[in-house]
Antibody, heavy 121, light 111 residues
Framework: EVQLVESGGGLVQPGGSLRLSCAASGFTFSSYSMNWVRQAPGKGLEWVSYISSSSSTIYYADSVKGRFTISRDNAKNSLYLQMNSLRDEDTAVYYC??????????????WGQGTLVTVSS | QSVLTQPPSVSAAPGQKVTISCSGSSSNIGNNYVSWYQQLPGTAPKLLIYDNNKRPSGIPDRFSGSKSGTSATLGITGLQTGDEADYYCGTWDSSLSARGVFGGGTKLTVL
């Protein structure tokens, strides 16, 4: 079964840091690009970051650029999101999602269950 | 403010049909493939439609997708109470720097 399990969320003060992890199983992790997507309480989905299978290409949303760093360890089948200089508006459930690409089409499947990050003093 | 525009809510009676629109631009929907996601209350999003109009295995043919120009549409027929959820369209955008984009989401209520 293809599965993604996030961890590392919690309560952190504004300006603090947190590192999220996403453990992948049931597929060849090193063959897929991965993404982080977040959802603030009661709000819609917001794409956060992308990393290619070999880590050679990385993208960030403008809202997190310069503060968040995406990385992966293919030997450990794991994806990470290092979040620094956290702000109140970063409060959200963070999902990791596998990106499937066929020809020019790309989509997210599956998604993890999410991990809640709360930024508050 | 989401890059893709969806109606905040739609509603219909059980057994009826509903459509959800997703409007974008040439930098996203106009030049990329659209996917749709269903988010049941309290759960993670789940892939519903990919490649504009294809259904993953296990998704009933009551769900359909289409795309024309810079807009996409999700259709659901034979509505069931279990279809009550938030629905999101998504694609890739290459305007300034490559980024993923989603619609603001549409809450479906089955009356």
């Amino acid at each position: 079964e293809v599965q993604l399990v996030e961890s590392g969320g919690g309560l952190v003060q504004p300006g603090g840091s947190l590192r999220l992890s996403c453990a992948a199983s049931g597929f060849t992790f090193s063959s897929y690009s991965m993404n982080w997507v977040r959802q603030a309480p009661g709000k819609g989905l917001e794409w956060v970051s992308y990393i290619s299978s070999s880590s050679s290409t990385i993208y960030y949303a403008d809202s997190v650029k310069g503060r968040f760093t995406i990385s992966r360890d293919n030997a450990k089948n794991s994806l990470y999101l290092q979040m620094n200089s956290l702000r109140d508006e970063d409060t959200a459930v963070y999902y990791c999602a596998r990106e499937v690409v066929v020809a020019a089409a790309r989509w997210f499947d599956p998604w993890g269950q999410g991990t809640l990050v709360t930024v508050s003093s | 403010q989401s890059v893709l525009t969806q109606p905040p809510s739609v509603s219909a009676a059980p057994g009826q049909k509903v459509t959800i629109s997703c409007s974008g631009s040439s930098s996203n929907i106009g030049n990329n493939y659209v996917s749709w996601y269903q988010q049941l209350p309290g759960t993670a999003p789940k892939l519903l439609i990919y490649d504009n109009n294809k259904r993953p295995s296990g998704i009933p043919d009551r769900f359909s997708g289409s795309k024309s120009g810079t807009s996409a549409t999700l259709g659901i027929t034979g509505l069931q109470t279990g279809d009550e959820a938030d629905y999101y369209c998504g694609t890739w955008d290459s305007s300034l720097s490559a980024r993923g984009v989603f619609g603001g989401g549409t809450k479906l209520t089955v009356l």
